[in-house]
């Protein structure tokens, strides 16, 4: 009887990665569906791994809150963040009416970077995904330049 190796566990941190991937897909532009399934994996990433983080529990009403209040104590800046993430991934889950822009994907994949960072769990394997999103990611001139193929 031979015996299976053993699986590694899975980090939750690789949603992120995941994320970062559909996202560099050309269908991630125009596909409102997977806009909203990339904020989830996100939104998801930094929830799961700030929960362990912080031994906190996402059971109950306001289980995702608690990881927030958890967060505040000692990692002020992936508290906000992660709160925010939580109403765009609401929003994005919840709101069928609602569009999902690139633009909201692109902040929820930058908030979700702050709170694994700041965790100290950013996944090593996002090298070739890592684009650095500069500090004029609002700027609306950056995302509606027309493209040279139209």
């Known amino acids: 009887m ?25 269908p991630a532009l125009s596909s409102e569906c997977l806009r909203r399934t990339i904020i989830g994996r996100a939104y998801y990433a ?6 362990d983080a912080t031994g906190s529990s ?3 009403q306001e289980g995702h809150k608690n990881v927030v209040n958890a967060l505040r ?15 765009t991934r609401q929003k994005a889950d919840y709101s069928p009416d609602k569009d999902i822009t690139s ?8 908030d979700s970077r702050t709170v694994l960072s ?6 090593q394997d ?12 609002l700027d609306s001139n950056k995302f509606l330049v027309k493209s040279k193929q139209e």
Do not use: H, Q
């Open 58 to 60: 996402t059971v109950g």
């Open 126 to 137: 996002i090298a070739p995904y890592n684009k650095p999103y500069s500090d004029n990611y």
């Open 103 to 110: 633009r909201e994907v692109e902040i929820c994949l930058k």
């Open 46 to 51: 930094a929830l799961i791994c700030a929960r």
């Open 2 to 26: 031979s015996s299976s190796p053993k699986a590694k566990p899975f980090k939750p941190a690789e949603w992120y990665s995941l994320a970062l991937r559909l996202f560099d897909t050309k």
């Open 73 to 87: 104590k000692n990692y002020g800046t992936a508290a906000g963040k992660l709160d925010a993430l939580r109403l």
């Open 118 to 123: 700041e965790l100290g769990l950013l996944p």
